[in-house]
């Protein structure tokens, strides 16, 4: 007698790869995606035709929001990408005046970020929150050198196991009006982790150590909380 046996996947098993193949949202996609979700109910009632629409709208909106698990690096003395996006500008550069570092230079990496990447920013390294500063300004193209100075900004700065400071700004753009930190003085913060989220498009810059050997060029793409994008000198920071 032949075992017959069920090779159908079990529910459990489809809701598993599901998770797999689709990413979570982050939490403040959530009001959002429900806006969209109820419009397009309303839509189909008064026109059918608007409920597709309104459907292909909430899928694309709850997958703008999509935070993908992400794995960064165990070595010390990286610092990781973080957002996903394509490297922007390369150089030495004043950080942010709100933080009272004074105007010696630290090598920045601007990652910029269009509609299409995933917009949840990532911690650079395992460190400590030393401050998290908010200033309201401009509505630039992110994509310009000078949205870094003028832009609507969140700023962090952090301190690495090792004794470094790093900086990293969250600043709005074009269309971008709106920046969520979640990140808070006194906080101990792991590589790779999510801490906020910029809606829609904009540009978040790295500022490492200028002893540092920075490894992305411009143009290069990045995924946030994997990608490395410089080597921290070997000995604590300022």
Same mark, same amino acid.
């Given at each position: &007698? *032949?075992?017959?046996r069920d090779?159908?996947p %079990?529910?459990?098993h #489809?809701?598993?790869?599901a998770?797999q /193949?689709v990413?979570? &949202? =982050?939490?403040?996609g959530?009001?959002f995606?429900?806006?969209?979700?109820?419009?397009?109910?309303l839509?189909r009632k008064?026109f059918?035709?608007?409920? #597709?629409?309104g459907a292909?709208?909430?899928?694309w909106t709850?997958?703008?929001?999509?935070?993908?698990?992400?794995v +960064?690096p165990?070595r010390?003395?990286?610092?990781? !990408?973080?957002?996903?996006g394509?490297v %922007? *500008?390369?150089?030495l550069?004043?950080?942010?005046?709100?933080l009272?570092l004074?105007d010696?230079? &630290?090598l920045?990496v601007?990652v910029?970020?269009s509609i299409?990447?995933v =917009?949840?920013?990532? #911690?650079? +390294?395992d460190a400590?929150?030393?401050?998290?500063?908010?200033?309201p300004g401009?509505?630039l %193209? !992110? @994509?310009l050198?000078?949205?870094s100075d003028?832009?609507e900004r969140?700023? $962090?700065l952090?301190?690495?196991r @090792?004794?470094?400071r790093?900086? /990293?700004v969250q600043?709005a753009g074009?269309?971008a009006?709106?920046?969520v930190?979640? +990140?808070?003085?006194g906080?101990?913060v792991?590589?790779?982790?999510?801490?906020g989220?910029?809606?829609?498009?904009?540009? #978040?810059?790295?500022y490492?150590?200028?002893? %540092?050997?920075? $490894?992305v060029?411009p143009?290069?793409?990045t995924?946030?909380?994997?990608?490395?994008?410089a080597?921290?000198?070997?000995?604590?920071?300022a």
């Amino acid at each position: &007698m *032949t075992d017959a046996r069920d090779t159908r996947p %079990s529910a459990s098993h #489809v809701i598993e790869l599901a998770k797999q /193949v689709v990413p979570p &949202m =982050h939490p403040a996609g959530r009001p959002f995606v429900l806006g969209a979700a109820a419009l397009t109910l309303l839509a189909r009632k008064i026109f059918r035709p608007a409920g #597709v629409v309104g459907a292909l709208l909430t899928a694309w909106t709850a997958w703008f929001f999509r935070e993908p698990k992400r794995v +960064a690096p165990s070595r010390p003395n990286l610092a990781v !990408a973080p957002a996903d996006g394509a490297v %922007s *500008t390369v150089g030495l550069a004043v950080p942010p005046p709100e933080l009272d570092l004074g105007d010696e230079p &630290m090598l920045r990496v601007s990652v910029f970020l269009s509609i299409f990447d995933v =917009h949840v920013q990532r #911690v650079p +390294a395992d460190a400590d929150v030393l401050r998290s500063v908010y200033r309201p300004g401009k509505f630039l %193209s !992110a @994509d310009l050198d000078k949205a870094s100075d003028d832009n609507e900004r969140n700023t $962090l700065l952090l301190r690495t196991r @090792d004794g470094h400071r790093l900086v /990293v700004v969250q600043i709005a753009g074009l269309i971008a009006r709106r920046i969520v930190c979640d +990140a808070r003085e006194g906080d101990k913060v792991n590589a790779g982790d999510t801490y906020g989220l910029i809606r829609f498009g904009s540009r #978040v810059d790295l500022y490492v150590p200028a002893g %540092s050997r920075v $490894l992305v060029e411009p143009g290069q793409r990045t995924i946030g909380g994997e990608t490395v994008l410089a080597e921290l000198p070997a000995g604590a920071g300022a």
